[in-house]
């Protein structure tokens, strides 16, 4: 769900300097050299209700060797016109960038997600009546305009020939309420920056780009919380109350937008490429197993990134894989072969070729322990560890799979000194520790307050006592499971413990602003404003952390 600036990319980047600007990014991430010359011309493309989307298209001198459709809500320049266009224009593909409904030139109205399938279909059905259309076409882009791939593979077109997917959901409502608690932070901050995004004054526009996580976090800090989202977004943004008003479960809101259905329905090869710190990674996930499971063509590879690093850290591999991935089933011409099926890195040791996700792993329980401990004996019950969680004051959100440049992993040392954070630290590991898929969280929970969230998170505490994140699991617990046992699925991960370091355990009550803040009175999020405290109780004896072990 990254941004990007206004001009299409015939006016921002001339012949030129577009090739100039193209070739040292070939150069700087290590790609063949360009084969094909291109020009770029601007399309107007005829959706069924009469509207017209704006796009980009790039055609390679010569014969074409295959045709690339992308369709996203950020405009088409810099850095889509390079990354989506330029890198395979020049290697012989025909490009169609595309505006979606109501941006950069497009007509119609932009409502997040709710034409994106029709008019995917619509694209596909100009592409069939274009004379150099040769009948076969892939579809490549990250977040959201990965999300445009999902909804068009919901009803797959016959001439689809491959799909290369980057951190693309196909369920908003699992990614904004699948942990019973808004996330606040990743979709008003996306709302922010699309209702912006076409501001005028280019250097205006980045310094608001500059200041909006700051204009997020003071506006998720406000009750009422739908209020102060429409005080920050203005006439711009109407779907955001519409999102907070309808939670996971309100289905006749959320089916229209959702095109799950497609990972029963492609049949495509498709690459799907993420990151483990990116705020879609589940979902990423999940589309890899269920079309793992049905016998498609399918590959994926995790980095260390998280979604704002996608298209800078992880360029590099993923240009080379999305290259190779197109050159293979598109273009029909040599290409790297693809070592495994699935490619991870592992935190503390770098990149392992993988025949599937997850491998074979064996589960290690580790219990908290009174006095702060963490260790492979259950302690004697009848012991507790409690904490206050204010909403008035609440947990803050350090790092972790959010979209802001503060996501990712970060030093979250702060968070094991407050005082509405419990903190469970394992003595010094003798050996390492390599952890393969998802964790698991058993705790025994009880509270004062049926209102409560309950957040966990493990972290890696090196020699020098510097505490990283590693993994962590969110879940509004409103009554639902307030006394007993709380098991909480942590994300998955592949990261290796090393010797001399150390496992810890924080549990707390929230993590604002990446998730809205239980006020503890049960109000709907969006009106609510009165907050209650609550005082959690931790008990000791079957409250304990269980670890996939790899090798």
Do not use: C
Request: no cysteine; net charge neutral; hydrophobic share 40%.
């Amino acid at each position: 769900m990254t941004t990007t600036s206004d001009q299409p990319a015939s006016s921002t980047l001339r012949a030129l300097p577009r090739r100039i600007a193209g070739g040292a990014l070939a150069r700087a991430l290590r790609l063949p050299a360009a084969t094909h010359r291109y020009t770029v011309s601007s399309v107007k493309i005829p959706m069924r209700d009469g509207v017209e989307l704006l796009a980009d298209q790039y055609d390679p001198v010569g014969d074409a060797v295959g045709t690339l459709l992308v369709r996203g809500p950020y405009g088409r320049a810099f850095p889509f016109s390079l990354v989506f266009a330029y890198l395979h224009a020049a290697r012989g593909y025909r490009v169609i960038l595309q505006s979606v409904r109501g941006t950069f030139g497009s007509g119609g109205h932009f409502q997040p997600m709710v034409h994106e399938a029709a008019d995917g279909a619509d694209t596909v059905e100009w592409l069939r009546r274009q004379p150099w259309f040769t009948g076969r076409f892939a579809t490549i882009g990250i977040s959201y305009l990965g999300y445009t791939q999902w909804a068009l593979l919901k009803d797959p077109p016959p001439e689809l020939a491959a799909a290369v997917i980057t951190a693309g959901p196909h369920d908003f409502a699992a990614s904004a309420w699948g942990t019973g608690s808004f996330t606040v932070n990743d979709f008003l901050g996306w709302s922010n920056l699309v209702a912006h995004q076409e501001d005028p004054g280019r250097i205006r526009a980045g310094l608001r780009q500059l200041r909006a996580q700051k204009e997020v976090v003071r506006a998720a800090g406000e009750v009422p919380l739908g209020a102060s989202g429409r005080t920050l977004l203005g006439e711009r943004a109407g779907w955001w109350e519409n999102w907070l008003n309808h939670p996971e479960d309100d289905a006749a809101f959320w089916d229209s937008m959702g095109v799950g259905a497609a990972l029963d329905r492609v049949q495509v090869p498709t690459l799907l490429l993420s990151g483990w710190q990116d705020l879609f990674l589940p979902q990423t996930l999940q589309q890899y197993r269920q079309l793992r499971e049905r016998g498609v063509e399918v590959a994926m590879t995790m980095g260390p990134w998280n979604h704002t690093q996608l298209l800078f850290a992880g360029l590099p591999t993923l240009a080379k894989e999305t290259g190779d991935w197109l050159d293979t089933h598109v273009a029909g011409r040599p290409a790297r072969a693809r070592p495994s099926r699935v490619r991870s890195f592992v935190t503390n040791e770098g990149w392992r070729e993988l025949p599937d996700w997850p491998p074979a792993t064996t589960d290690r329980a580790l219990y908290l322990q009174p006095g702060g401990g963490l260790g492979e004996t259950s302690p004697a019950e009848g012991f507790s560890a409690s904490f206050r969680y204010d909403p008035a004051e609440p947990t803050p959100t350090i790092g972790g799979r959010l979209l802001s440049p503060d996501g990712g992993y970060r030093d979250d040392g702060p968070l094991a000194t407050r005082r509405d954070v419990l903190s469970f630290t394992s003595d010094v590991l003798s050996e390492d520790l390599p952890v393969f898929g998802r964790p698991i969280a058993e705790l025994a929970h009880s509270s004062d307050n049926p209102h409560v969230d309950v957040f966990v998170r493990i972290s890696e505490v090196d020699a020098k006592g510097r505490s990283r994140n590693v993994s962590d699991a969110y879940r509004r617990l409103d009554g639902s499971a307030g006394d007993g046992t709380v098991r909480l699925e942590l994300d998955e991960i592949a990261h290796r413990f090393r010797a001399g370091t150390r496992i810890r355990v924080l549990i707390a009550g929230g993590s604002h602003p990446r998730f809205a803040r239980n006020l503890g009175t049960g109000e709907a999020i969006a009106t609510g404003s009165e907050l209650r405290p609550a005082v959690h109780q931790v008990h000791f004896g079957t409250s304990r952390i269980v670890l996939p072990v790899g090798s």
